[in-house]
């Protein structure tokens, strides 16, 4: 008994000093190559093996044949594990290198492809990460451009917008002060109606730069979407008298949510303004609010004729319009994105579809 615990103790010494010195080794190395870091490893438990089976074999007094045949083997196992090493610690930098490349090219704006050659099971799961976060980066360079194509739209339109009113402030302002107005109370209004269409323009912009930045404040309140409905259908009443066109709202259920009064009246408004003066005299614009689950939908449908298939997914970018005109009723392309801004601000969700004859908004909120 006594010399198994002497063997024991002569072979924990041996390994020991062989980790201890693997230790110092692998911290002095830990920023080189993964070769080196696995060659170390290797190299440690070989050798710990070798210095406890040679202490041992020193210690029991072997002959020296018998101690040459024990290190021949030794040695041998020590050459093979150590080879062994190299060439897997060569292996997995390789597919290491791969896997940089590959990561370097959708870093540097391209689209990450894997490399085809087999992997260890970390480097397959990094593998994996590091394509969805380039599908990630790609939805992003998209939405990117996208908005970037709205934004410069919206600076051409809004430029042309405001231009044509200026120009025309300024024709018939020189004309009252020159005395050539025949009609001066008709210039005046005429005046006044286009700064109030600049003033409802600056609005808009100022209100999209509020949402953009975030800084859209709300003061929820609960509320039906009866009385938030009446309301709307009473506001965008007059204009569409003055369009010829039929105000529907029959199918409006009294359901309660929490929202800012102020804002979604801004957002029926919105959509209510862009139904009627899309859809053609005689026509009917029908407003609906139902509770579907543990939200409500509000929809607004028009008679417009419908939206092309390909357009639909930029009906709330900022600065679409749907059309090259540029008359007054075409708008700056902003009260949808507007809508789109105050509704998710609310937790809710802004759509559009094309129905039959025309288009259905929909606007679906939390309930109450």
Known sequence: MTDLLLIALLAFLGAAAAGLLGALVLRISRHRSLVVSLTVVAAVAVTAMLAGTLAVAWAMFLSPH???????????????????????????????????????????????????????????????????????????????????????????????????????????????????????????????????????????????????????????????????????????????REHGVRLVGDRIEAVPVEVDGKEMSRVLGNLLINAIRRTPADGTVAVAAHRMGAGVVLSVTDGCGGIPEEDLPRVFDTGWRGTHARTPPAGAGLGLAIVRGIVEAHAGRADVRNVTGGCCFEVTLPVA
């Open 66 to 240: 018998d101690l040459t045949v024990v290190t021949t083997v030794v040695a041998m196992a020590a050459v093979v594990s150590l080879v062994t090493a190299m060439l897997l610690g060569r292996w997995v930098a390789a597919r290491s290198r791969d896997l940089t490349l590959a990561a370097r090219s959708f870093g540097d704006g391209g689209t990450f492809a894997a490399p085809e050659a087999p992997a260890t099971a970390e480097l397959a799961a990094l593998t994996r990460e590091l394509a969805a976060t380039s599908a990630k980066l790609d939805s992003s360079r998209e939405r990117e451009r996208a908005l970037e194509t709205s934004r410069r739209e919206l600076v051409a339109w809004i430029s042309h917008d405001l231009r044509t009113p200026l120009a025309g402030l300024r024709a018939m302002s020189e004309a009252l002060e020159d005395g050539m107005a025949v009609d001066s109370r008709r210039y005046l209004r005429q005046i006044r109606t286009e700064v109030e269409r600049m003033n409802d323009m600056v609005g808009d912009l100022f209100e999209l730069s509020r949402i953009h930045a975030g800084s859209l404040t709300l003061t929820p309140t609960r509320i039906s979407v009866y009385d938030l409905v009446g309301d709307a259908l009473a506001g965008a009443d007059p204009l569409a």
